[in-house]
């Protein structure tokens, strides 16, 4: 069975710094992976995916993620934090024969420090 | 494009009572569409897959009687609460994945359940 762990629940950062957020899965086959971000009583916002192809994938509002096989990590980087970056961000995986089933990690909430 | 609507935002109920929570997929047909359910501070738990013009799969540990879910077309898909109790309170969400998108699932923006 597919996982997806979440390193830190919680991150801090200050405006204009480096954004880390750490996520590694477990899947039997390859996983095609997520990140989305919630913002307060809203529904999820896709950042990006990986499913096949380039394993450094951009996204929107400046966050990529790379993904390493031998690491089994997806990791969501941003070079500048913005105050409006500040939320919940939630690393996914989806196994393909799984019909699109998604599970997730358990959330990370971003702090951005003016 | 690819907007997936809730109905109710929120809803209050009495225990004892049924509320049903509809996830619709406003600008593209839906063949399939997941039921979430979330805790305050949790992550998101699937609840069920559905699909449109079959019968929905549960996740483990889901009460199906409890939780109905009807797919009816390709673009409404309803979660009815049934004697709901406290316990149930919970944040909703819904996604929907489109005929041509192979792995995205589009959210909705979720409904705040609170049984009182």
């Given at each position: 069975a597919q996982s997806v762990t979440q390193l830190g629940s919680h991150v801090s950062v200050s405006e204009g710094a480096l954004v880390l957020l750490r996520c590694?899965?477990?899947?039997?086959?390859?996983?095609?992976?997520?990140?989305y971000v919630q913002y307060p009583n809203q529904g999820l916002q896709l950042l990006l995916k990986y499913t096949t192809g380039a394993t450094l994938v951009k996204g929107i509002n400046g966050f990529e993620a790379e993904f390493k096989k031998s690491e089994t990590s997806f990791h969501l980087t941003k070079p500048s934090a913005h105050m409006s970056d500040a939320a919940e961000y939630f690393c996914a995986v989806s196994e393909g024969n799984q019909g699109g089933k998604l599970i997730f990690g358990q959330g990370t909430e971003l702090s951005v420090k003016p | 494009g690819a907007v997936v609507s809730q109905h109710p935002s929120w809803v209050i109920c009495k225990s004892?009572?049924?509320?049903?929570i509809e996830c619709r997929s406003l600008d593209f047909q839906a063949t399939t569409m997941f039921w979430y359910r979330q805790f305050p501070k949790q992550s998101l738990m699937l609840m069920a897959t559905s699909n449109e013009g079959s019968k929905a799969t549960y996740e483990q540990g889901?009460?199906?009687?409890?939780f109905l879910i009807n797919h009816a077309s390709l673009t409404l898909s309803t979660l009815t609460v049934t004697s709901a109790h406290p316990e149930d309170s919970s944040f909703y969400i819904c996604s929907a994945k489109s005929l041509a998108g192979l792995y995205e699932q589009y959210f909705g923006p979720g409904t705040r359940l609170t049984v009182t």
């Open positions: 590694n899965y477990s899947s039997s086959v390859p996983p095609y992976l997520f990140w | 004892g009572t049924s509320v049903k889901v009460e199906k009687d409890k």
